[in-house]
């Protein structure tokens, strides 16, 4: 008689109590603003936390360039999902390659995120896109938007995607009109 073998606990425990580890989490890469974006960035979204705030140790501060006892990484989250932020030093600079989408329900949700993402220093840029004063790039980008740009109505999907070309912010309102008129 053949002997079942349980299957194996799952290995995904929490690094800390009461903090779910995602199997991939972005690292963003920082000159020395590590901390000050991580709390920003908490500041912006709900349900969001700083987990832990790790500091450089003597060793390695030859080859990294940075003072002991200084700010390494920042572990925390937004809306639930698992960031670090890295001062890593200035050699690597973001740009628009990479960016996070911030999916709105309603006109005041993308007024909100555009509004706190920009200030202080942020850009905007075209069709919903910016960069915050640390130079991360968003996309607060409506889901009616999305729906919207995919309509099986070429001329539908094609008109939304003609008024989402000339705005900066996204205007739901415009997009309605848009497509309501196509």
Excluded at 132 to 140: N, Y
Aim: proline share 5%; with cysteine.
């Amino acid at each position: 008689m053949a002997t079942q073998r349980k299957a194996p606990a799952s290995r995904k425990k929490p690094a800390r109590p009461g903090v779910q580890v995602q199997p991939i989490s972005p690292c963003l890469w920082f000159d020395d603003q590590a901390e000050d974006a991580a709390r920003f960035y908490v500041s912006v979204f709900k349900k969001s936390r700083i987990i832990q705030v790790n500091r450089y140790p003597a060793v390695g501060q030859e080859i990294h360039g940075r003072r002991a006892g200084s700010v390494m990484t920042v572990d925390f989250t937004l809306n639930g999902l698992r960031f670090t932020a890295l001062n890593g030093g200035p050699q690597f600079k973001f740009n628009e390659a990479v960016s996070f989408v911030i999916h709105c329900d309603t006109q005041e949700e993308v007024d909100k995120y555009w509004n706190a993402l920009t200030r202080d220093g942020g850009e905007e840029s075209m069709c919903g896109w910016l960069k915050d004063k640390f130079g991360v790039s968003w996309q607060v980008t409506p889901n009616y938007l999305i729906e919207k740009m995919q309509d099986k109505d070429p001329k539908k999907s094609q008109a939304v995607m003609k008024a989402m070309l000339q705005m900066r912010k996204i205007d739901i309102a415009t997009i309605k009109r848009a497509y309501e008129s196509a």
